[in-house]
């Protein structure tokens, strides 16, 4: 292309760009309308909501939430009116009589793509822009802390405009793509739904896939697997660089494409038959997916378990690729060959799938050895404690490996035909680790009584290698106590804070009585703890209550009494990334703990 | 000059255009006429660069025209269902064309606003279909357009507008050697102001040529004898048509009127009369040549 034709271009790339923001006048008066009405609707209801609950807080102010408030529905309006922008501006692509004029003016069709991307970018950027600069700087006036809190302030309003700027442009250049390569409206605004829909629920639905096969699976849900074709996420989930990378890389894409393009297409069919095959296949595979965990999850037997999975599978696969291919094909014209790629993605899912009920390469029963290993810690998965020892002695890794060898013979002993993927319970559980704990179900493992360390019990173990690489297995609901000795012993070296933490670091033991002849008029009967302030009396009850403890564990029925025991050193919190003042180990006493609920009685009678 | 060179465009398995090979000089009015489906709007996107052409070219003084912004700049093409944004009216479309064309003649265009009868105010989208097309002649024509491009333009017209469009037309052509293609059935129409004509068919040409040679090649004959007659005797001429009554027989002849009628008179006909036929009589003669006729399709 001569310098000339360049200049030319972008000679009537601006003149279009013009007449298209002067066309659409009416629709960034509307845009601007309702960003001003809700906004301020938002903005005052930030304040007033918050005078009446936030008088006590000394850094709390509410022009920077209520700042916060209107630049967030004001990103919502952005992205609503670039959506209805893009789908206006691009269809002169989908329309024949738009093709007609928009083919024959004197312009490339390149730099008409472009103006029409840019066209509809700063008609939805710029008004959202112009708002949010204003909050940014509200929200760093009102604020009267120091420099660096005021800029921090201005740059929360900051960084939503950014991440909006950022969500725009991915969706531009992602519709932009789609609008180049499909021949209708319809087609595109449904592959769109579809990708931004169907993909991440699809993708969500895969990952939970190992946990229900995989025992001591670590199921992460991978922001950049879940969310990568999900323009609709761009700016709010992955990284900012990521998207910036998928905004040059669809725009180029469609850049290079339109100008290729089979103008004939318009109203008629797809331009490039990729983005089609790829909507159906998504479709096809995660409605499917979801069919199949419902399958299971709809019958409490747990036998044909597999069986089921499948049948959900296939039938809500084939159903969605029906559906769609009828809709863009219109008919069912090719719709014996348009199957091939269907059965290619289902025998691809089936080998997955074979492989991960096989084990997954021997991932269940896979133990480093001894030799290979540097040190082991435990996470000990509590809500309200997370703490982790590492241990490089060769002992306890030895019996860190007795211990994992243990929790792998339990499950390989349990019954393998309750798979239990599917119910939204195990759904639920797997993904928030709830009560019902993770989806594979264990039988004869599964613990009958809770370890009351404020919450379930999960054995998390980590193995850092020589080579530098990590192992980590975790398992749910395990009564630690079922395992031997040296097993127990090293876990609660490694993770049970009894035992990790140091009982001179004890500040303060509380004891409730949580039983039925306590006061109806409070909660439980206070106990009177200044027996336990006493540091000696405070060490012989802690060192009685491990003994204890490594002698019974938790086996026993809960007695009434609950013993918190405080310790005060600041800790590092390695879950929550924060230093802790205090640290508080509750524990509710089993009923076996004898000589415990002994000194226990002892320090009440003293008082 | 427009050039079109081999062109084919296909349309999935459908062959829409099929090498076609011919020239519009500069100045002419070209007329493309053809049976439905032949390619005349196919063939009108393809060189203003709407649609590419599966093989061939197209150049507009020897730059091909797809996606070339400096040959497009020179032409202006009036589809046969104009576009128009809901909102537009020629006051506000006009501010576009301004730019992009920069032959853009205001004053001329403030002429043709006040000529023809239409308010530059409303919004054309709820115009009648004639006066939509008023609309989009109107824009074209004030572009000033070296090559004008128009697909049955005159569909929706009143027979007054239709001579006003007609003269139009021709002052451009004569004042400033405007080259103009017209693609429509209205053949009485086309007849007024064409010099060329292109006869399409399935994609390909049938016939290519300047109206007077085209409607003095074919002449509607009809002789009569007084004695019996062989049909035979008709056999030395280029007969398309032939056709009898008693002994009255109707023929179409191709050929040159000063070599076909001697030989006719030699035969000592009772009654002979040759006339020029009209361009819909050729066209349907010359279409029947090429099979499309009447009797084949009912």
Same mark, same amino acid.
């Not at chain 1, 089936?350 to 390469?361: M, N, S």
């Given at each position: 292309?001569?310098?000339?034709?360049?200049?030319?271009?972008?000679?009537?790339?601006?003149?279009?760009?013009?007449?298209?923001?002067?066309?659409?006048?009416?629709?960034?008066?509307?845009?601007?309308?309702?960003?001003?009405?809700?906004?301020?609707?938002?903005?005052?209801?930030?304040?007033?909501?918050?005078?009446?609950?936030?008088?006590?807080?000394?850094?709390?102010?509410?022009?920077?939430?209520?700042?916060?408030?209107?630049?967030?529905?004001?990103?919502?309006?952005?992205?609503?009116?670039?959506?209805?922008?893009?789908?206006?501006?691009?269809?002169?692509?989908?329309?024949?009589?738009?093709?007609?004029?928009?083919?024959?003016?004197?312009?490339?069709?390149?730099?008409?793509?472009?103006?029409?991307?840019?066209?509809?970018?700063?008609?939805?950027?710029?008004?959202?822009?112009?708002?949010?600069?204003?909050?940014?700087?509200?929200?760093?006036?009102?604020?009267?802390?120091?420099?660096?809190?005021?800029?921090?302030?201005?740059?929360?309003?900051?960084?939503?405009?950014?991440?909006?700027?950022?969500?725009?442009?991915?969706?531009?250049?992602?519709?932009?793509?789609?609008?180049?390569?499909?021949?209708?409206?319809?087609?595109?605004?449904?592959?769109?739904?579809?990708?931004?829909?169907?993909?991440?629920?699809?993708?969500?639905?895969?990952?939970?896939?190992?946990?229900?096969?995989?025992?001591?699976?670590?199921?992460?849900?991978?922001?950049?697997?879940?969310?990568?074709?999900?323009?609709?996420?761009?700016?709010?989930?992955?990284?900012?660089?990521?998207?910036?990378?998928?905004?040059?890389?669809?725009?180029?894409?469609?850049?290079?494409?339109?100008?290729?393009?089979?103008?004939?297409?318009?109203?008629?069919?797809?331009?490039?038959?990729?983005?089609?095959?790829?909507?159906?296949?998504?479709?096809?595979?995660?409605?499917?997916?979801?069919?199949?965990?419902?399958?299971?999850?709809?019958?409490?037997?747990?036998?044909?378990?597999?069986?089921?999975?499948?049948?959900?599978?296939?039938?809500?696969?084939?159903?969605?690729?029906?559906?769609?291919?009828?809709?863009?094909?219109?008919?069912?014209?090719?719709?014996?060959?348009?199957?091939?790629?269907?059965?290619?993605?289902?025998?691809?899912?089936?080998?997955?799938?074979?492989?991960?009920?096989?084990?997954?390469?021997?991932?269940?029963?896979?133990?480093?050895?001894?030799?290979?290993?540097?040190?082991?810690?435990?996470?000990?998965?509590?809500?309200?404690?997370?703490?982790?020892?590492?241990?490089?002695?060769?002992?306890?890794?030895?019996?860190?490996?007795?211990?994992?060898?243990?929790?792998?013979?339990?499950?390989?002993?349990?019954?393998?035909?309750?798979?239990?993927?599917?119910?939204?319970?195990?759904?639920?559980?797997?993904?928030?680790?709830?009560?019902?704990?993770?989806?594979?179900?264990?039988?004869?493992?599964?613990?009958?009584?809770?370890?009351?360390?404020?919450?379930?019990?999960?054995?998390?173990?980590?193995?850092?290698?020589?080579?530098?690489?990590?192992?980590?297995?975790?398992?749910?609901?395990?009564?630690?106590?079922?395992?031997?000795?040296?097993?127990?012993?090293?876990?609660?070296?490694?993770?049970?804070?009894?035992?990790?933490?140091?009982?001179?670091?004890?500040?303060?033991?509380?004891?409730?009585?949580?039983?039925?002849?306590?006061?109806?008029?409070?909660?439980?009967?206070?106990?009177?703890?200044?027996?336990?302030?006493?540091?000696?009396?405070?060490?012989?009850?802690?060192?009685?209550?491990?003994?204890?403890?490594?002698?019974?564990?938790?086996?026993?029925?809960?007695?009434?009494?609950?013993?918190?025991?405080?310790?005060?050193?600041?800790?590092?919190?390695?879950?929550?990334?924060?230093?802790?003042?205090?640290?508080?180990?509750?524990?509710?006493?089993?009923?076996?703990?004898?000589?415990?609920?002994?000194?226990?009685?002892?320090?009440?009678?003293?008082? | 000059?427009?050039?079109?060179?081999?062109?084919?465009?296909?349309?999935?398995?459908?062959?829409?255009?099929?090498?076609?090979?011919?020239?519009?000089?500069?100045?002419?009015?070209?007329?493309?006429?053809?049976?439905?489906?032949?390619?005349?709007?196919?063939?009108?996107?393809?060189?203003?660069?709407?649609?590419?052409? @599966?093989?061939?070219?197209? #150049?507009?003084? !020897?730059?091909?025209?797809? +996606?070339?912004?400096?040959? &497009?700049? /020179?032409?202006?093409?009036?589809?046969?269902?104009?576009?128009?944004?809901?909102?537009?009216?020629?006051?506000?479309?006009?501010?576009?064309?301004?730019?992009?064309?920069?032959?853009?003649?205001?004053?001329?265009?403030?002429?043709?606003?006040?000529?023809?009868?239409?308010?530059?105010?409303?919004?054309?989208?709820?115009?009648?279909?004639?006066?939509?097309?008023?609309?989009?002649?109107?824009?074209?024509?004030?572009?000033?357009?070296?090559?004008?491009?128009?697909?049955?333009?005159?569909?929706?017209?009143?027979?007054?507008?239709?001579?006003?469009?007609?003269?139009?037309?021709?002052?451009?052509?004569?004042?400033?050697?405007?080259?103009?293609?017209?693609?429509?059935?209205?053949?009485?129409?086309?007849?007024?102001?064409? @010099?060329?004509?292109?006869? #399409?068919?399935? !994609?390909?040409?049938?016939? +290519?040529?300047?109206?007077? &040679?085209? /409607?003095?090649?074919?002449?509607?004959?009809?002789?009569?004898?007084?004695?019996?007659?062989?049909?035979?005797?008709?056999?030395?001429?280029?007969?398309?048509?032939?056709?009898?009554?008693?002994?009255?027989?109707?023929?179409?002849?191709?050929?040159?009127?000063?070599?076909?009628?001697?030989?006719?008179?030699?035969?000592?006909?009772?009654?002979?009369?040759?006339?020029?036929?009209?361009?819909?009589?050729?066209?349907?003669?010359?279409?029947?040549?090429?099979?499309?006729?009447?009797?084949?399709?009912?």
């Amino acid at each position: 292309m001569t310098s000339t034709t360049s200049y030319k271009n972008v000679k009537q790339g601006a003149s279009i760009l013009k007449w298209n923001v002067r066309s659409n006048l009416t629709i960034i008066i509307i845009y601007l309308s309702l960003i001003l009405f809700f906004g301020i609707i938002y903005f005052a209801g930030g304040l007033s909501a918050q005078t009446f609950t936030a008088e006590a807080e000394v850094d709390y102010n509410p022009w920077i939430d209520a700042s916060i408030a209107m630049a967030s529905m004001t990103t919502f309006l952005s992205f609503v009116f670039m959506i209805v922008l893009s789908i206006k501006e691009f269809s002169y692509l989908h329309n024949k009589r738009k093709t007609d004029m928009f083919g024959s003016l004197p312009i490339s069709r390149r730099a008409l793509f472009i103006t029409k991307s840019l066209s509809v970018f700063l008609i939805s950027a710029v008004p959202m822009t112009v708002v949010m600069l204003i909050l940014m700087l509200v929200s760093a006036n009102a604020s009267s802390e120091t420099v660096m809190h005021v800029f921090d302030q201005s740059l929360n309003v900051g960084d939503v405009l950014l991440r909006t700027l950022l969500n725009l442009s991915a969706n531009i250049a992602f519709i932009g793509f789609l609008s180049v390569c499909c021949g209708k409206t319809s087609e595109k605004v449904l592959s769109y739904i579809i990708i931004n829909g169907a993909y991440p629920v699809g993708m969500l639905l895969l990952q939970l896939l190992p946990s229900c096969f995989l025992y001591g699976y670590t199921m992460d849900f991978n922001e950049y697997i879940s969310f990568a074709l999900c323009p609709a996420m761009a700016g709010f989930a992955i990284g900012k660089l990521y998207w910036l990378g998928f905004t040059a890389v669809f725009f180029a894409f469609a850049v290079l494409l339109v100008r290729k393009r089979k103008a004939e297409s318009a109203q008629s069919h797809f331009a490039y038959k990729a983005p089609q095959l790829i909507v159906k296949l998504i479709i096809s595979f995660s409605v499917g997916l979801a069919m199949a965990y419902l399958f299971v999850a709809l019958f409490s037997d747990t036998s044909l378990d597999i069986f089921r999975f499948w049948l959900g599978m296939i039938i809500g696969s084939f159903l969605s690729f029906f559906v769609v291919q009828l809709i863009f094909a219109g008919g069912f014209k090719r719709f014996g060959k348009s199957l091939i790629p269907y059965v290619i993605m289902v025998a691809a899912f089936a080998a997955v799938f074979a492989v991960i009920t096989a084990g997954c390469f021997g991932y269940n029963s896979y133990v480093p050895k001894a030799d290979e290993i540097k040190s082991v810690s435990f996470i000990n998965g509590t809500e309200n404690m997370n703490h982790k020892n590492e241990l490089t002695d060769k002992k306890d890794i030895e019996a860190a490996i007795k211990l994992h060898k243990e929790i792998i013979e339990k499950y390989e002993s349990s019954d393998k035909q309750s798979m239990r993927a599917g119910t939204f319970n195990a759904i639920g559980s797997a993904i928030f680790s709830s009560e019902n704990g993770y989806s594979y179900e264990m039988r004869g493992a599964r613990s009958e009584v809770w370890d009351d360390m404020g919450g379930f019990q999960n054995y998390s173990i980590t193995y850092t290698l020589n080579n530098g690489a990590t192992v980590t297995r975790r398992y749910g609901y395990l009564n630690g106590h079922d395992f031997s000795k040296e097993a127990q012993e090293v876990y609660n070296k490694g993770a049970n804070p009894l035992f990790m933490l140091d009982e001179s670091e004890a500040s303060k033991v509380e004891i409730y009585n949580w039983g039925e002849e306590a006061d109806e008029a409070d909660e439980f009967l206070g106990y009177d703890n200044s027996y336990f302030e006493q540091a000696d009396n405070r060490l012989e009850l802690i060192k009685t209550v491990k003994e204890e403890y490594g002698k019974y564990g938790m086996k026993g029925d809960p007695s009434d009494i609950e013993i918190d025991i405080s310790y005060g050193k600041p800790r590092y919190n390695k879950r929550f990334d924060y230093y802790e003042d205090e640290i508080t180990v509750s524990l509710y006493v089993p009923e076996t703990y004898k000589k415990t609920l002994a000194l226990i009685k002892k320090g009440e009678e003293k008082e | 000059m427009i050039e079109i060179k081999n062109v084919t465009k296909m349309f999935g398995e459908l062959k829409a255009l099929d090498s076609l090979n011919f020239n519009v000089s500069d100045g002419s009015v070209f007329g493309l006429v053809g049976s439905n489906g032949a390619g005349k709007s196919t063939l009108l996107r393809v060189i203003n660069g709407v649609f590419e052409p @599966d093989a061939g070219e197209v #150049l507009i003084e !020897g730059e091909n025209s797809f +996606e070339n912004p400096s040959a &497009k700049e /020179k032409c202006y093409f009036i589809p046969d269902f104009p576009y128009f944004y809901n909102s537009s009216t020629i006051q506000n479309t006009a501010y576009l064309y301004r730019k992009l064309y920069p032959d853009w003649d205001e004053e001329y265009f403030n002429k043709l606003c006040a000529t023809f009868p239409i308010n530059t105010k409303s919004n054309i989208i709820n115009m009648s279909k004639g006066m939509q097309r008023q609309a989009a002649l109107i824009l074209a024509l004030s572009t000033r357009p070296k090559y004008l491009f128009l697909d049955e333009i005159f569909d929706g017209l009143d027979p007054v507008v239709r001579q006003l469009v007609k003269r139009i037309i021709i002052t451009n052509v004569t004042d400033r050697n405007m080259t103009v293609m017209i693609a429509s059935h209205n053949l009485r129409e086309l007849e007024d102001i064409c @010099d060329h004509i292109g006869l #399409l068919h399935k !994609g390909g040409v049938v016939e +290519e040529k300047e109206l007077d &040679k085209l /409607k003095l090649g074919i002449h509607r004959v009809q002789i009569a004898f007084n004695r019996p007659i062989d049909e035979s005797v008709f056999e030395g001429f280029d007969v398309i048509n032939k056709s009898r009554q008693g002994s009255l027989f109707s023929l179409t002849i191709r050929g040159e009127y000063e070599e076909f009628m001697p030989r006719l008179e030699a035969l000592e006909p009772a009654f002979l009369e040759a006339l020029p036929l009209t361009l819909e009589e050729v066209f349907i003669n010359e279409m029947e040549g090429a099979g499309y006729d009447i009797n084949n399709l009912v």
